[in-house]
């Protein structure tokens, strides 16, 4: 039953029962207070010129003329 909908609903109630109705809020909480918010979030110029710089950088091959 592993990987499908019924064995993820099992594996919640079974870690509702041996840690608490709250589990999922608990560890939800832990990873939004880990966050320090770092990256782009904390240098808009940075990402400005990053953006920038990736926008140039086409993916595309160049038309060659027939």
């Known amino acids: 039953?592993?990987?499908?909908k019924q064995?993820?609903?099992?594996?919640?109630?079974?870690?509702?029962r041996k840690y608490g109705a709250?589990?999922?809020?608990?560890?939800?909480?832990k990873g939004?207070?880990?966050?320090r918010t770092g990256g782009f979030y904390a240098n808009r110029e940075l990402a400005r010129i990053?953006?920038?710089r990736g926008g140039r950088i086409s993916r595309r091959s160049k038309k060659v003329a027939a």
Not at 10 to 16: E, L, P
Not at 22 to 29: L, Q, R
């Open 32 to 35: 939004g207070k880990l966050g």
């Open 50 to 52: 990053a953006g920038a």
């Open 22 to 29: 709250d589990f999922y809020a608990k560890i939800g909480a």
């Open 7 to 16: 064995g993820g609903q099992a594996a919640a109630r079974t870690n509702k």
């Open 1 to 4: 039953m592993a990987g499908t």
